[in-house]
Each structure stands twice: as C-alpha cells, then as structure tokens.
C-alpha cells in the first residue's frame, strides 16, 4: 500500500487549498483515512476521519465550518483518493499535512498499524 499526499502550497489567509489522499493497492477501498497536521514544536493533532464506509468523523473544533473531506473510490478499486478541502484558512493553519491509511480503520481509535504519507506543506501568509 503507498500513501501520497499532495496539493499543498502557499496560499494567502482567507484562500482555499484542496487537499488529496491518494491510497494504492490492492483493494484500496477497504481502508478508513485520517487527516492530520503538524506544526514544529507541536504535537501532532488529528483533523478529520472518513471510514471505509464513509462516515465522516471531526476530532477539533478548529476546522469546524471550514475543512470538509470527500472520496473517490476507483472502479477496479486500486487507487482511492480522499481530499481534504480547506477554506476561509488563516496562518495557525500553516502546517505539514499528512493522512494516514488503516485497514477496515475504525476512527473512533488510534492506529497503530497506519500506512502514513510523506505529508504536503501548507503555508497561509497573513
């Protein structure tokens, strides 16, 4: 299974970025994704779940209103893309993000067993 996130940059505070999840493998499908982001100096904060089924779960109150996630399942179920579409976005949303990909993931844990990304880098200006 590969991880890869992309679509981040830098973007001036009240702008948008949508952010992509790209999950490969076999039966790709079967896998619940969490978003996370990162600041240096800080601990590592979850942002947004969607199960394998696609209940969607939020872990902050920080995004409320402003981030949303959606997926993309490919027919022959090899490549699955969750995006993570950011609005109104203000500098204390500068941070690497990173998404993680757990089999039959339940987002009401933690994931020990998580395929993880490299992360995309997103810069708001103020």
């Known amino acids: 299974v590969q991880v890869v996130e992309s679509g981040g940059g830098l973007v001036q505070a009240g702008g948008s970025l949508n952010l992509s999840c790209t999950v490969s493998?076999?039966?790709?499908?079967?896998?619940?994704v969490k978003w996370f982001r990162r600041v240096p100096g800080k601990e590592r904060e979850a942002l947004l779940c969607?199960?394998?089924?696609?209940?969607?779960?939020?872990?902050?109150?920080s995004i409320k209103g402003r981030f949303s996630i959606s997926r993309d399942n490919a027919r022959d179920r090899a490549k699955s893309t969750l995006y993570l579409l950011t609005n109104s976005l203000t500098f204390e949303d500068t941070a690497m993000y990173y998404c993680?990909?757990?089999?039959?993931?339940?987002?009401?844990?933690?994931?020990?067993?998580?395929?993880w990304g490299q992360g995309t880098q997103v810069c708001v200006s103020s």
């Open positions: 993680a990909a757990d089999w039959l993931g339940d987002c009401s844990k933690s994931w020990d067993g998580a395929y």
């Open positions: 493998g076999r039966n790709s499908d079967g896998y619940s």
């Open positions: 969607m199960h394998r089924h696609g209940a969607i779960t939020a872990y902050t109150d």
